[in-house]
């Protein structure tokens, strides 16, 4: 681990790169920040380690994940490529982004799988459909590195974590769209590669009773009304290049982007 000074002064000198303001700075050991005007408590306990406490009540895991992921990628990058690396390395190819939505059996046999096609998983489920090894693992919850078949630990993976994956991604490198879902990563890296088309499967928002691998849709999102995923996903437009060439088979965020 990490000095926790070489983090914190990380998060003050690139505030502009991260979004992050720091006010007035550690008063009794606690630094206030304020970022996406959301307040985020970064507290110091002692030498040997630190928390976060996130005041705004709706997304203390992403906040937590984010911070640890600036301690991640300044110590876990070691002699691995970045992403920038990628950056339209897949022009002319389309590419397959594949959630875990129960649809996505359907929709895989709807749109034939092509030899030249990017095949991009959104953590491990798909996995169980596809069928082949897909081209890139996407992730950002770090269990899921542990949580790769065998049979798939040679698929390069994309993640926040740069201790678990086969890229780091640093934020003064390369400003991915930055959200607190795999899917949201995934989409971006298809953008990023300069794929000619971004086509998302198994897109369901939550939305049936189960995933693609048949296992019981237990996520808090699920009774989410529909509205609260297009405006998220109405980010895409802005934050991935290239976001003109996305479309969507058979999810409800039809609204959002085209129809394949």
């Given at each position: 681990m990490i000095n926790l000074d070489n983090i914190f002064n990380y998060l003050d000198t690139y505030s502009n790169n991260l979004r992050v303001m720091c006010a007035n700075g550690f008063i009794n050991n606690v630094l206030y920040a304020n970022e996406d005007d959301q307040t985020c408590l970064i507290t110091r306990p002692d030498a040997n380690g630190y928390y976060i406490q996130d005041e705004s009540g709706g997304s203390k895991i992403f906040r937590y994940h984010?911070?640890?992921?600036?301690?991640?990628?300044?110590?876990?990058?070691?002699?691995?490529?970045?992403?920038?690396?990628?950056?339209?390395?897949k022009q002319n190819r389309r590419c397959l982004v594949l959630g875990s939505g129960p649809s996505l059996r359907e929709s895989l046999e709807k749109v034939m799988r092509m030899p030249s096609d990017v095949v991009i998983s959104i953590n491990v489920r798909p996995l169980e459909v596809l069928g082949y090894p897909p081209d890139y693992i996407v992730y950002i919850d770090d269990v899921v590195s542990d949580?790769?078949?065998?049979?798939?630990?040679?698929?390069?993976?994309?993640?926040?974590?740069?201790s678990s994956s086969s890229y780091y991604l640093d934020w003064l490198e390369v400003q991915y769209w930055n959200k607190s879902f795999s899917s949201a990563l995934a989409v971006w890296l298809g953008c990023f590669l300069g794929c000619k088309d971004?086509?998302?499967?198994?897109?369901?928002?939550?939305?049936?009773?189960?995933?693609?691998?048949?296992?019981?849709?237990?996520?808090?999102?699920?009774?989410?009304?529909?509205?609260?995923?297009?405006?998220?996903?109405?980010?895409?437009k802005i934050k991935c290049?290239?976001?003109?060439?996305?479309?969507v088979v058979d999810s409800p965020l039809s609204s959002v982007f085209r129809k394949y």
């Open positions: 984010q911070h640890f992921w600036i301690e991640n990628t300044l110590s876990g990058k070691g002699d691995k490529p970045s992403v920038s690396t990628l950056k339209d390395t949580m790769i078949p065998i049979s798939h630990r040679n698929v390069p993976t994309v993640s926040i974590w740069s971004i086509v998302l499967l198994g897109f369901d928002c939550y939305q049936g009773k189960a995933y693609c691998d048949d296992k019981k849709n237990d996520a808090i999102f699920k009774n989410y009304p529909m509205e609260v995923f297009n405006e998220n996903w109405r980010e895409a290049v290239n976001s003109n060439r996305i479309s």
